[in-house]
């Protein structure tokens, strides 16, 4: 008791007596120290990711959801074109966030790659995948599309839900976030609604872009039939996409109109999912984290 009352004492004393200048040493040796720990723990997590072996991809991505392997659409899609093209890859938790600031980036011999359409990219030229070789021109330029309609409008209209419907609701009950995190929230989705407002979708109403969406959704219903992917009977870039949204409004989205409507109205998308899951993700259950 003595001794809390005499460190109280000496640090109001120190507080009293504190300069200006001593302030801003203070500060400065305090921001040294974080520059210093930051570049020798980042130089930990190379040498680490250097440990994974040579053409082992490194997957950076946030920890693992309750109800999918990752939150993030962009993630699950690498994850399921990694294990289609069966490249060799490990998962890190620690930097999930690349140079560029967006979640999935990877590692791959000591080089850093970023964008899951661009990783890819890289990764099919580097190991020489064409997962669309047997198609034809025209087959090839609508799986571009399409992949292009489901990463970046779909993706937006989801967005629209879950940070300007929901108010991110979905994503506290979907990941654990520790407690900083938690604080920081409300920062995060005014980021994130940002973000909608300058790329558009976030300027239209609730019930146009829930209109938008269920186009969307019909136009891959009606393209994918009774084929077993979308293109026929061989799976490609696009189905990871495919899989990797459908399946997040499936398990993360369920209090969306649009699990309704995969559920209820468009007959053929959860078997799609469904079948992806267990040729793909027999592991499904063991990627997720722990309630
Ligand atoms: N085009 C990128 C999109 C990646 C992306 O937007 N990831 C989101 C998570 S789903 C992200 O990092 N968001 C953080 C932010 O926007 O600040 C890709 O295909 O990898």
């Known amino acids: 008791m003595a001794l809390a009352a005499l460190l109280w004492e000496m640090a109001r004393l120190w507080w009293s007596n504190m300069s200006g200048a001593v302030l801003m040493v203070s500060v400065a040796a305090v921001g040294l120290w974080l ?6 723990d980042r130089k930990k997590k190379r040498n680490l990711w250097q440990q994974a072996g040579r053409d082992v991809i490194v997957v950076h991505c946030p920890s693992p959801g309750r109800f999918t392997p990752n939150l993030s659409p962009f993630v699950l899609k690498l994850l399921t074109f990694l294990r289609l093209a ?5 998962v890190d938790h620690k930097e999930p966030f690349g140079p560029k600031g967006k979640t999935p980036w990877i590692t791959l011999n000591g080089e850093d790659f970023t964008d899951s359409h661009l990783i890819i990219d890289r990764l099919s030229r580097q190991y020489n995948i064409d997962l669309t070789d047997s198609f034809t021109e025209e087959q090839k330029a609508a799986a571009k599309a399409f992949t292009i309609m489901i990463d970046e409008h779909v993706c937006w209209c989801l967005r629209a839900w879950r940070f300007n419907e929901d108010g991110g609701r979905n994503l506290k009950e979907g990941m654990s976030l520790p407690f900083y995190k938690r604080l ?3 920062l995060f989705i005014w980021q994130q609604r940002n973000a909608l407002w300058h790329q558009g ?19 891959l219903s009606k393209y994918l039939g009774n084929k077993p992917f979308l293109m026929g009977d061989t799976a490609c870039v696009v189905d990871c996409s495919m899989f ?6 499936l398990y993360n989205y369920n209090r969306s109109p649009y699990y309704a409507v995969i559920n209820e109205e468009l007959a053929n998308l959860r078997p799609y999912v469904d079948r992806l899951k267990s040729q793909l993700w027999p592991d499904w259950d063991e990627c997720l984290a722990s309630a």
């Open 184 to 186: 920081l929230f409300p």
């Open 201 to 219: 979708v976030g300027r239209h109403s609730h019930d146009a872009v829930r209109a938008m969406m269920k186009e969307d959704l019909l136009a």
């Open 86 to 90: 069966g490249l060799p890859h490990l």
């Open 35 to 40: 520059a210093v720990f930051y570049l020798s």
């Open 244 to 249: 990797a949204f459908l399946a997040n409004i």
